[in-house]
């Protein structure tokens, strides 16, 4: 009997951004494969993976496209082979064991984890190499933050048993320092590391190495008297935040935060959303073992939870969130929900006190 091919359960599709390149915005890929992203130039090209869903014969395939789409023969079979070499269509018996069990449980995320992790080699992870974005004077995206206060003197426990989810933000805004103070101090351990490291690079591996912080930033400022609403990243090695887009009103921020966040009214008032993203890919080759991505939830909960008490300690209130839709989270950071993707947010502002 003929070997019947079925669509690879871990091909994603992507809108990429209009970027003006010529071609289709369109991509295809599949975790774990070699071949990369893949344009996909024709509709039927998707139409023919869902026909190939249930598993098909490379003829039935190819006479799909010659009666569906007037291919000629030739062609659908240069467009067959194309789509199997490219890895969206599989032998049956490629197909990752227990695929749809992974899919049914949600966990689509460890699954495109794991495809891309499990050839990497344990014995020798391949090495990191940081890529520092070069510093461009008088760049004017790039907004210098200004110098951070000292952290109050509260000691840690006072800071800890106060503290409380807040779900109810009083309207107040966040000015620069503010956001400044507590960037800083919350990241000031990984930058120490870094110039720690620069001088004595035999020191080995250390959770807060830059070069191995898996995280980038993004404040998402609703209100501010010196900030101008909208999405920005921080740069962690020059403490500054760069403009991604200011194109949004107060009301817009909240409604565009409210958007990315399951079924909870909580952001709605708040001054500052960090919304944080993970370089998934990055992380795979510092570890490249499949047990990595429970690893990143864990040193991403560990920052993130710095963020949180370091905003505690300058008197700010906090609502931490993982329930996210997350290719629209990923949509308002320009994250490609592949190689990076966001995991999380901290709101973080002042909650309105209540009525003795
Ligand atoms: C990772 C994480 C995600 C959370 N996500 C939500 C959330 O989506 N919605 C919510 O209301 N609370 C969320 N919380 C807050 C918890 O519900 C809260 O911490 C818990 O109720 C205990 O209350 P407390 O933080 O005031 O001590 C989250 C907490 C953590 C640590």
Redesign the pocket.
């Known amino acids: 009997m003929s070997e019947q091919y079925s669509t690879n359960l871990a091909a994603q599709f992507k809108w990429g951004p209009s970027s003006g390149k010529p071609g289709s915005p369109l991509t295809a890929v599949v975790a774990g494969s070699s071949s990369g992203n893949r344009a996909v130039q024709d509709i039927r090209t998707v139409e023919l993976l869902e026909y190939a869903l249930d598993g098909k014969t490379r003829e039935t395939l190819c006479s799909y496209l010659v009666e569906k789409h007037d291919l000629v023969r030739a062609e659908a079979e240069h467009e067959v082979e194309e789509l199997i070499e490219s890895g969206l269509l599989l032998e049956n018996h490629q197909q990752v064991e227990g695929g749809q069990t992974w899919f049914e449980h949600d966990w689509d995320r460890s699954l495109y984890y794991h495809l891309s992790t499990r050839d990497e080699s344990v014995i020798e992870p391949r090495v990191y190499e940081q890529e520092l974005e070069t510093a461009t004077q008088g760049d004017r995206d790039v907004i210098e933050l200004p110098t951070p206060e000292e952290v109050p003197d509260e000691p840690l426990d006072k800071v800890l048993l106060d ?3 807040c ?1 109810d933000f009083d309207g107040s805004p966040i000015d620069s320092t503010d956001l400044s103070s507590i960037l800083y101090h919350a990241l000031a351990p990984i930058r120490k590391a870094t110039r720690d490291d620069e001088q004595n690079v035999s020191d080995g591996a250390s959770f807060f190495e830059a070069s191995r912080f898996p995280l980038t930033i993004y404040p998402v400022v609703a209100r501010s008297p010196d900030v101008e609403s909208g999405v920005y990243r921080y740069e962690l090695e020059r403490h500054s935040l760069r403009n991604l887009d200011t194109e949004y009103t107060e009301k817009e921020t909240d409604d565009l935060l409210q958007s990315i ?2 079924n ?1 009214p ?1 952001i709605e008032d708040a001054p500052v959303t960090l919304v944080i993203s993970t370089d998934i890919q990055k992380f795979r080759h510092i570890h490249p073992q499949s047990m990595g991505l429970r690893h990143l939830f864990t040193v991403v ?1 560990t920052h ?2 710095r963020l949180l008490l370091t905003a505690n300690a300058f008197g700010f209130d906090v ?5 996210l839709k997350d290719s629209l989270a990923d949509g308002v950071v320009g994250a490609d929900g592949f190689d990076e993707a966001v995991v ?1 947010t901290l709101t973080i502002g002042r909650e309105t006190e209540e009525d003795e």
Do not use: N
Not at 319 to 323: D, E, I, K, M, P
């Open positions: 503290r409380r989810t779900r966040v399951v909870q909580f909960s993130a939870h609502f931490q969130c993982a329930a999380y």
